[in-house]
């Protein structure tokens, strides 16, 4: 009997992050080449030509019927892609549902209504003892005109594992104007958009950044046996319209010359900074500017694991932080985070240290 | 911007392991209580009655609006199991297109019909060069009256990285009579069930061996917050009826009492030997005499490890290997093993190893 660590926690860090059942692959067009080639190496690797293999040795008409196997789960391949395709008519069907009650709590959480007597009978900690709850509620602030639940949004992203890591310093301010948070199915493409809602701010224009997800719900005429449900095949993000000086996504270092006509002198360079703002950055556009330049197998793989980190945060913030606000908020569903840490973020995306260059943030 | 590796393999293992939208957590009753009993702890711990945590310190009319917002997501949670129930419905819907290709299958592999032209068109292994296609045929064994495809089904569950470990040298002449494998869904109760098909063979009386496996659909009353969709809470195996001298899950060794009366002499004992078959234990019986004895913790944990592998594997059948049988069979879907290898299992199940006493395989 298998217990394998890795099987049981992949299982249980996926039941956390993939709560509706919208199962999507994030394979890249460039990954199924990839896969082909290292199928055919691994055929002839694993001699498909000698004679003890069971394909190559299997008698011609034991063959034929394999082929005819093909066929059929060519076939089979389909009713897949129609099944998918149903399932994701359901989400739409629910979208109306959850919708009406995403809206009641934007209401209460930005102040354009208090809840009833009724809708407030429940405890504010679920399971805690009488005793415990009591304490929570000894030690209230005085109510000095709070409107709504002051920085409800920005609690929630710092205690869910998906996105706490993207928020730094900087981004605190910021995300205390976020007032909603949505997520909604689109049919033409198909796929799904999340819209941050922000209130009027001194950081930027927008009212609303945007990230949208396409995905391509029918098997690849190329690779059609490779099908594994829709697979996500564009990520557009959002311009943000930052206000002079507030743009925290940026960041002026001065870079000291150690060589050539300009060494021991200081020139100021802008990099990017670690910000949660990133998150909007047009993934896309990125991967045009990569194709130009004929890019490498790294930087290809380093694209790709970028998109599938991305689209990794995208859905868990669907499935997972949307449907589930409060509990985020009051840290009830925090406690996954702790049963399964997902490791820290070591790199230094804002690194741009070049040979004979030192960097000093100004 | 993370770009946890983990976070990327996880969701990669989990894309290929769960093909269909079917998102069902394996956490039992026990385990929510203690989650319960944790988050209480870490109430406490993180200092829920101090002055700095944004819960207890918020005024009483904001902690008023929170509590409102835990009544929107009962109702929340209430159309979640709604739409599960739905995903449900519609997987029995898609379940009858299914089965009339597998039965297709089915008919072929065991020599019930032979296959059409028209079927037979689609070449052996997909995207292979015309070359290494023609090399294949060119090294076919003569063909000697072969029924169908001989030992398909043990090709496929050996080329499956969640039931390749499980498959010992022993068992491998039982699951040449394996003739079919099917999943069914079920309503009364909701759950699933897996059925090996086996023709006449020497090793045991049943022509069809069946596991079954019971979801709660619904949220726990006692936990509603914690509800992440169907969860599964029984797992029922079958009684294999082994021929004499037959049964494969069973060894007898000789142990050397090394103190006591005895000491010096073999005993003989009889105990679990690693096998396939052992899939079929009944997880539930061993729950119960657990339950008698009064299992402490790690005991509980063990066991629940073992029911979460073991739904890991039921899952990976049902919705990756009968799916795509036959990619399994021509090794075309076997190249994931290779990408994220799972890790082997180094426990020895069958070790029964007792101070003072010697184990020896008869």
């Given at each position: 009997m298998i217990a394998d660590s890795k099987v049981f926690s992949s299982r249980r860090v996926n039941s956390f992050a993939f709560l509706s059942p919208r199962e999507f692959a994030v394979i890249g067009d460039e990954m199924s080449h990839a896969q082909h080639q290292k199928l055919n190496d691994l055929l002839k690797e694993s001699g498909y030509q000698s004679q003890d293999d069971h394909i190559s040795k299997a008698p011609k008409l034991v063959?034929?019927?394999?082929?005819?196997?093909?066929?059929?789960?060519?076939?089979?391949?389909?009713?897949?892609a129609a099944f998918y395709k149903r399932v994701h008519d359901l989400e739409r069907e629910f979208e109306k549902q959850f919708d009406a009650l995403f809206l009641e709590r934007k209401k209460i959480v930005n102040g354009e209504r208090e809840p009833s007597d009724e809708e407030a009978k429940q405890?504010?900690?679920?399971?805690?003892?009488?005793?415990?709850?009591?304490?929570?509620?000894?030690?209230?602030g005085s109510d000095e005109g709070e409107v709504g639940i002051p920085e409800f949004w920005l609690h929630c992203l710092k205690s869910n594992e998906a996105t706490c890591d993207l928020i730094q310093e900087h981004d605190e301010p910021i995300l205390k104007?976020?007032?909603?948070?949505?997520?909604?199915?689109?049919?033409?493409?198909?796929?799904?958009?999340?819209?941050?809602?922000?209130?009027?701010?001194p950081y930027f224009k927008n009212t609303v950044l945007k990230k949208q997800y396409v995905l391509n719900t029918l098997p690849d005429p190329e690779d059609p046996f490779g099908y594994e449900g829709p697979e996500c095949t564009k990520i557009m993000g959002d311009t943000i319209q930052w206000e002079d000086g507030k743009d925290v996504t940026k960041k002026v270092v001065?870079?000291?010359?150690?060589?050539?006509?300009?060494?021991?002198k200081f020139l100021t360079k802008t990099?990017?900074?670690?910000?949660?703002?990133?998150?909007?950055?047009?993934?896309?556009?990125?991967?045009?500017?990569?194709?130009?330049?004929?890019?490498?197998?790294?930087?290809?793989?380093e694209a790709y694991e970028l998109r599938a980190a991305d689209y990794e945060i995208a859905t868990t913030i669907r499935d997972s932080l949307i449907p589930r606000a409060v509990l985020f908020y009051t840290g009830e569903a925090a406690i996954e985070d702790d049963m399964f840490p997902m490791g820290e973020d070591d790199g230094d995306d804002a690194s741009d240290s070049e040979d004979g260059e030192e960097e000093e943030e100004e």
């Open positions: 063959k034929r019927r394999i082929c005819a196997l093909k066929s059929l789960q060519l076939k089979s391949i389909d009713i897949e405890p504010l900690i679920h399971g805690l003892a009488e005793e415990d709850q009591k304490a929570l509620y000894d030690s209230s104007h976020l007032t909603d948070i949505t997520a909604h199915c689109t049919t033409e493409p198909v796929g799904f958009t999340l819209e941050f809602h922000f209130s009027s701010n001065k870079k000291k010359q150690k060589k050539g006509a300009n060494a021991g990099v990017k900074a670690d910000s949660f703002f990133n998150f909007f950055d047009n993934l896309e556009k990125e991967e045009e500017n990569k194709d130009n330049a004929e890019g490498d197998g790294e930087d290809e793989e």
